[in-house]
């Protein structure tokens, strides 16, 4: 099944044009890649697909719903930047998730926050950045959503804590859900990949599933992006 449709996508700033012409189709049942320098657009085509940005050109569906109410029912979104209240603690942002999104699992939310070792009564100013990060990917997750959108969800944590944040992101995952995630950290997001979509000047470059890649280009996908963008 078609998870995300995407034809001819344009995004401008002013004068500056960050998505130009995109043509992207995702199916179900994947973890995706979307690779590129900064500066690219994946930020903005995330944003988009999140129903955050709603001026632009183009054709856009994600599982034939145009962004907008329908499809933010069925799109967990996770940000590069933290969109959590300082004053809160954890526990008030279970809350505050529950009370927001049907789909969302408490239990699924404590069990995440355990397996990373918080405490759900601490509040998020006296968390470190990697400890937030950890936060926010327990409640994007919990979502029993059909899409997850997460941009850069690895960067701000150190190399030994970033399996650990892999882990979160597939355990207990439903295996007819699509995750389209953003890194320039591709060493160690490629174990988890299914497929990849590379990005440059605001369009696709390259797309394709992992294990194909590798066979046609006899690289990893690390050793791909590094010749692609060299």
């Given at each position: 099944?078609?998870?995300?449709?995407?034809?001819?996508?344009?995004?401008?700033?002013?004068?500056?044009?960050?998505?130009?012409?995109?043509?992207?189709?995702?199916?179900?049942?994947?973890?995706?890649?979307?690779?590129?320098?900064?500066?690219?657009?994946?930020?903005?085509?995330?944003?988009?697909?999140?129903?955050?940005?709603?001026?632009?050109?183009?054709?856009?569906?994600?599982?034939?719903?145009?962004?907008?109410?329908?499809?933010?029912?069925?799109?967990?979104?996770?940000?590069?930047?933290?969109?959590?209240?300082?004053?809160?603690?954890?526990?008030?942002?279970?809350?505050?998730?529950?009370?927001?999104?049907?789909?969302?699992?408490?239990?699924?939310?404590?069990?995440?926050?355990?397996?990373?070792?918080?405490?759900?009564?601490?509040?998020?100013?006296?968390?470190?950045?990697?400890?937030?990060?950890?936060?926010?990917?327990?409640?994007?997750?919990?979502?029993?959503?059909?899409?997850?959108?997460?941009?850069?969800?690895?960067?701000?944590?150190?190399?030994?804590?970033?399996?650990?944040?892999?882990?979160?992101?597939?355990?207990?995952?439903?295996?007819?859900?699509?995750?389209?995630i953003s890194t320039h950290l591709i060493h160690d997001l490629e174990p988890i990949l299914d497929a990849v979509?590379?990005?440059?000047?605001?369009?696709?470059?390259?797309?394709?599933?992992?294990?194909?890649?590798?066979?046609?280009?006899?690289?990893?996908?690390?050793?791909?992006?590094?010749?692609?963008?060299?």
């Open positions: 099944m078609t998870a995300i449709s995407i034809h001819g996508l344009v995004k401008n700033y002013g004068n500056f044009r960050a998505i130009d012409g995109l043509d992207l189709e995702l199916r179900s049942g994947q973890i995706v890649g979307l690779l590129g320098e900064n500066g690219c657009g994946k930020t903005t085509l995330l944003k988009v697909l999140a129903g955050a940005l709603t001026q632009y050109e183009g054709e856009v569906a994600i599982h034939g719903h145009r962004p907008g109410p329908e499809s933010k029912a069925i799109v967990s979104f996770l940000p590069d930047a933290s969109f959590l209240p300082d004053s809160a603690t954890l526990d008030a942002c279970i809350s505050m998730y529950r009370d927001f999104f049907t789909d969302f699992s408490e239990d699924h939310a404590r069990d995440l926050i355990g397996f990373f070792g918080l405490e759900s009564g601490r509040k998020l100013t006296t968390l470190s950045k990697g400890m937030r990060e950890k936060a926010q990917i327990a409640l994007a997750m919990s979502r029993k959503a059909k899409v997850y959108l997460l941009d850069e969800p690895i960067s701000g944590v150190d190399p030994a804590a970033r399996d650990v944040l892999l882990q979160a992101i597939i355990r207990d995952l439903d295996p007819e859900a699509l995750i389209l979509a590379f990005m440059r000047h605001g369009k696709v470059l390259l797309t394709g599933e992992v294990d194909d890649l590798r066979s046609e280009r006899g690289l990893s996908i690390d050793a791909l992006f590094r010749e692609v963008y060299r």
